[in-house]
């Protein structure tokens, strides 16, 4: 009656409800996606702690009753804040976080290609003539073991 | 008096630091050689201080000698010998000063390596080393100093943290990471040389690389150290969870790696020096900021040390490290490149560019994650996090991509690769790749990224292997370095395929046993024997011992416990492993009850996770065959003392 | 002089550091609830020492002083006496209500009998209410409106100058 009570506030569940090896899984992925609030940055999943225990009950019964992912994350999230959330939802400065790995990797990939075209010489102006001295080939061949 | 005989020493190292700074730098721009001469003592007078300081503290430690601040701190009369020596470097204060007297070995033995040759260069990287060790003196003498007299001593002390003493591991990774940590130092030195003196030589880049790799030897071992002591200890079944002060030893490795891949384009066609120079200053500033996260309490963290005024201070140099090494590059990193060429961007130098690609992008990328949530909180005042799952999705891509890179770069030639060669080089290791996803697949693995890493890890590994069949004794005699570097390969496409198994295919199951129940996981059954309870003067434990036996076989007894320090609030488990080459069984007590004799119980099968310890240490093997110096009968090649000729590249 | 070196390496410098320096005075364990400005999650639990049944819903019209406590709780020992002090005193103007999670009814009685109780104290049995008020640890002590509104959150052991200083928020 009580859990009614609490998730009155989300309405009604929107998946379908969950048992057996699926639901094991299924708290497991999201208890792995919830920080434990006294923990150091451990997850749900992976704290004994007594309240990080007590939330993967709560995960656990939510899926059984049908909510979906989006409902449990969304519903700890308003008790605890985004703090409680361990991957940064796609929204307003979190954005960045994701965006800007990929900006620098193309910034980076553009670099990489405009030096090597800066180092790059024409093809044929620089290889090696070949050489009938046998010091000189000796010498090439020790360098080329490097 | 012991404590007053330390402060000498550690106020005497200030000004022989500084002292020696000063005459160094004096000495390169004079280009005096008994400048150089003289700076070279003041090198050797710092590491003497540092070593006797040391020795000092050692001694008010094992004697027992509260009147000296960090004894007080951290010595107790009834922790075993080996725990009050290692208690050295238990806490903040005692750790600082280690880390001065690895600085002290590293600054000695590079002035001494360096002993008649160089010396255009000797100067300014023994003037940027002191200059360091002046900062770390200036720390262990004012906001972290353990030498502080305490007037009315008590009979007896708390003893080192608690967590810290029950496990082998912890012993030993504190000083790996610091020999990592404070080694990046030296190179540093060298690049700054090589900067202020307005040219990197051919003849100075063994020199620089040498003094690369020792440090990331450590390092590589220190990490790998951290992962397996958390998987021993800590108790959820994972060895890396992308905690800030993880990431901090990370970062600098991931620099250190890139610029000691740069360093060999660097050497072959003198190309990319201010790049590679610019690595080693990162890997350099990386430490120091590594060392401010851990310390400041700033970040949330398992293993932060708590918010001292150590902090501040630490960032205040780290700012005018940064500071200066950017101006130093705007002003001289120009006047480092030579006229080298590469001949295309289809090659193996080509690789390396992509491979610095990568490391740059990964390390930009674990920076921002963990720096994020203090960005967000610095602008609009709201607590986020970014935790474990955003790493692994943008890490997994970028690691797999590497895994790839380990098996394509040295497929393909120097120079210029012909269309033959490429496709050559991609057709037959790719069906040593094929082959071994299909047993991972037959194994059970179905995650699309295990499958492809398991793809890239057979091709790459088939690549590396041919390599170094092919060089075979003669390589290990006269090519070390490439067959050291092949080793180092080959033990990191074990440690990739290695990570990504174990973490994909690891299988868990929470189950709640009454004394004599048994519960399936995988090929063992464990069996719930007793719970007993244990008093120790700094914790109570609940031990749970269990028997776990396969097809009927006896395997072994396991003995997880539940630990309540008296320090702590929740109480912490310590589990207990047992590992086979093939796969590990993990055993963590979730809660216990030992009147009702009834255990809630975390069991973990991970497979093939001891790989990764032994495939790391088969890295630092590999990074210590290639430091090992080769002697070449070449004329040419022999260190000549010609100013003109160290310019020379060879043909 | 190599513009782009010192551009990107001062940008670089200059954004990291401000960062780190802006978040030295920072404790990165104190985190804020979202839940102040915004309606007491619903609950109706039983009270195990008074018998009777606390509908959160039902308080309003006075302040409520909500703490979340346990008998595994050290600091909790140390407020206690506060709380139950502050109830005798105010308690017809304030309603304070205290809920036990991850506990049992005999030790909870056992404490109250040796400690004394001025106010309902309700057994939150598998943590559920404790989840929906966003508590990491106990003790942790919300304070609510009249109209049924968090205006403040405390987390641990309550003394008399903090309640009185939360409580007067709740009374504005």
């Not at chain 2, 201080?49 to 009834?78: C, K, N, P, W």
Request: charged share 15%.
């Amino acid at each position: 009656m009580i859990v009614l009570l609490l998730l009155l506030a989300l309405g009604a569940p929107q998946g379908k409800p969950l048992s057996g090896a699926e639901l094991d899984q299924k708290t497991y992925e999201i208890a792995s996606l919830l920080r434990c609030p006294v923990c150091q940055g451990m997850s749900v999943a992976d704290s004994p702690s007594t309240v990080a225990l007590d939330m993967k009950a709560h995960v656990r019964e939510m899926l059984s009753r049908g909510y979906t992912q989006e409902q449990i994350l969304g519903y700890f999230e308003q008790s605890y804040g985004q703090f409680v959330l361990l991957k940064p939802k796609f929204r307003g400065v979190n954005t960045l976080v994701w965006i800007l790995p990929i900006l620098v990797l193309l910034g980076g990939a553009a670099v990489v290609i405009a030096t090597a075209r800066r180092l790059e010489s024409p093809p044929a102006a620089e290889s090696q003539p070949p050489t009938a001295d046998p010091y000189i080939s000796r010498v090439r061949d020790l360098v080329e073991k490097e | 008096m012991t404590a007053t005989l330390g402060r000498f020493l550690i106020l005497a190292s200030v000004f022989v630091s500084a002292a020696g700074s000063m005459v160094a730098f004096a000495a390169g721009r004079k280009r005096s050689l008994d400048g150089l001469k003289m700076a070279r003592r003041f090198a050797y007078g710092f590491a003497a201080l540092m070593v006797l300081a040391t020795i000092v503290m050692e001694f008010a430690l094992l004697t027992h000698d509260f009147s000296v601040g960090y004894v007080a701190q951290v010595g107790s009369r009834e922790v075993p010998t080996w725990v009050t020596i290692v208690s050295l470097w238990s806490s903040l204060e005692g750790s600082i000063l280690f880390w001065g007297l690895v600085m002290g070995f590293y600054i000695a033995g590079a002035t001494w390596l360096t002993r008649g040759q160089h010396e255009e260069y000797m100067p300014f990287a023994i003037g940027t080393w002191l200059a360091c060790a002046t900062f770390f003196s200036f720390l262990i003498a004012g906001p972290a100093n353990p030498f502080l007299s305490i007037p009315n001593p008590q009979p007896d002390g708390p003893g080192p943290n608690p967590l810290l003493q029950n496990h082998l591991l912890m012993i030993i990774h504190p000083p790996f990471l610091y020999l990592g940590y404070v080694g990046m130092t030296i190179p540093f030195g060298f690049a700054c040389a090589a900067l202020l003196r307005g040219r990197l030589g051919h003849s100075f880049l063994r020199p620089l690389r040498s003094a690369l790799l020792l440090p990331w030897i450590f390092l590589t071992i220190a990490i790998m150290l951290g992962g397996w002591w958390a998987y021993e200890v800590l108790g959820w079944g994972g060895y890396w969870a992308w905690d800030p002060v993880e990431n901090a030893s990370l970062l600098p490795w991931l620099t250190a790696t890139a610029a000691l891949h740069s360093a060999i384009v660097m050497e072959r066609r003198g190309v990319l020096k201010g790049w590679t120079v610019t690595l080693v200053q990162a890997s350099f500033l990386l430490t120091i900021l590594g060392t401010f996260m851990t310390r400041s309490g700033v970040f949330n963290s398992v293993h932060s040390f708590t918010q001292s005024s150590i902090g501040p201070t630490i960032l205040v140099f780290f700012s005018a490290a940064l500071l200066f090494t950017v101006v130093l590059l705007a002003l001289r990193v120009d006047s480092l490149e030579s006229e080298g060429k590469i001949d295309s961007a289809v090659s193996r130098e080509g690789m390396f560019l992509v491979n610095n690609l990568f490391f740059v992008l990964l390390t930009f990328t674990v920076l921002i994650g963990t720096c994020f949530p203090l960005i967000v909180e610095a602008v609009k005042g709201k607590q986020m996090s970014v935790g474990r799952p955003y790493f692994d999705s943008m890490v997994v891509p970028i690691g797999t991509a590497l895994l790839f890179l380990i098996g394509v770069g040295p497929a393909l030639p120097w120079g210029r690769a012909t269309k033959q060669q490429a496709l050559r080089s991609l057709s037959l290791p790719f069906v040593s790749g094929v082959v071994v996803a299909t047993i991972g697949y037959a194994a059970g693995a179905r995650n699309p990224w295990t499958l492809l890493t398991l793809l890239f890890g057979g091709y790459a590994g088939w690549v590396t292997l041919v390599e170094m069949w092919r060089g075979g004794t003669k390589t290990l005699r006269r090519g070390r370095r490439r067959f050291g570097s092949y080793v180092v390969h080959a033990g990191a496409v074990i440690v990739l395929v290695s990570i990504a198994v174990s973490s994909t295919m690891r299988t868990s199951k929470e189950v709640r046993l009454t004394r004599g129940e048994a519960a399936n996981i995988g090929p063992y059954t464990v069996t719930f024997l007793v719970a007993e309870e244990r008093t120790e003067p700094h914790r109570q434990s609940t031990i749970a011992r269990f028997a776990v036996t396969s097809n009927g076989k006896a395997v072994t007894t396991l003995e997880p416990r539940m630990n309540q320090y008296a320090m702590m609030r929740e109480p912490i488990g310590t589990p207990d492993v047992h590992s086979t080459l093939t796969r590990d069984l993990y055993l963590s007590i979730m809660n216990i009850d030992p009147n009702s004799q009834t255990v809630g119980l975390m069991m973990i099968i991970t497979p093939m996770v001891s790989w990764i310890w032994i495939a790391v240490l088969m890295m630092g093997v590999g990074g210590l065959i290639a430091l090992i110096p080769v002697r070449t009968p070449s004329l040419v090649l022999r260190e000549v003392k010609d100013p003109l000729g160290e310019d020379a590249i060879p043909v | 002089m190599n513009r782009t070196v010192l551009i990107v390496g001062s940008a670089i410098g200059l954004a990291l550091v401000a960062v780190l320096f802006l978040s030295l005075g920072n404790d990165p364990s104190h985190i804020d609830s979202p839940l102040i400005g915004r309606p007491a999650p619903p609950f109706a639990l039983k009270a195990i020492n008074t018998g009777e049944m606390i509908d959160i819903a039902r308080l309003r019209g006075k302040p409520v002083i909500l703490n979340f406590w346990a008998t595994w709780c050290v600091p909790c020992y140390q407020e206690h006496p506060v709380l139950v002090e502050n109830a005798q005193r105010i308690g017809s103007n304030v309603q304070f209500v205290g809920v036990v999670f991850n506990d049992s009814e005999d030790k909870i009685n056992a404490f109250l009998r040796q400690r004394g109780s001025a106010y309902p104290t309700l057994l939150d049995e598998q943590g559920k209410t404790a989840i929906a008020y966003g508590v990491g640890g106990v003790p942790e002590t919300y304070f609510i409106n009249p109209k049924g509104v968090i205006v403040a959150k405390f987390a641990g052991p309550m003394t008399t100058e903090v309640l009185q200083a939360n409580l007067s928020k709740a009374m504005q």
